[in-house]
């Protein structure tokens, strides 16, 4: 996204920053324009909407975990598909505070914290697998603190 283009989705969220480029798409931060909220928009990468059985299975996939209603899963607000065919999802944005963010500040944690602090992930974990689905990317900065 270039400095001065602006970027509007369903007519509704404004991309303002990129926030991550890395794995599966494009991270950014968005104002919702209707309300004044902030809202992280995830724009899945071009290589994974080249194949389209794949993108159905995407957007099934968040349809159906946003329906869970687990409160350890991050429920999409809304999914679509740019004009370039790229499918994005928006989501609440959780903020900055992940356990990625953590290890980097301080390094290693002691095992006690790091048992309470995955108990919750492997809760949801057990429920996206119950339901049917995975998660194929999770890393410590996925982990909202």
């Known amino acids: 996204m270039e ?3 602006v970027i509007v989705l369903a007519d509704r969220f404004r991309l303002d ?3 991550d480029g890395r794995g599966m798409g494009d991270l950014f931060l968005a104002t919702d324009l ?4 902030v809202f992280a928009v995830h724009i899945l990468a071009e ?3 080249a194949h389209g059985p794949s993108v159905a299975r995407h957007l099934e996939e968040v349809a159906r975990i946003s329906a869970m209603g687990h409160s350890g899963l991050v429920r999409a607000i809304g999914v679509g598909r740019m004009t370039s065919g790229r499918c994005y999802r928006v989501t609440p944005w ?3 505070s992940n356990l990625g963010a953590v290890l980097a500040k301080i390094g290693r944690i002691a095992p006690d914290t790091t048992a309470a602090l995955l108990v919750p992930v492997a809760h949801a974990l057990d429920a996206l697998h119950a339901f049917g689905a995975i998660h194929r990317g999770l890393t410590p900065s ?3 603190l």
């Open 3 to 5: 400095s001065d283009q």
């Open 47 to 49: 290589r994974w909407t």
């Open 94 to 96: 959780l903020g900055e």
């Open 17 to 19: 920053a990129l926030i």
């Open 34 to 37: 209707k309300k004044p909220r």
């Open 142 to 144: 996925k982990i909202h």
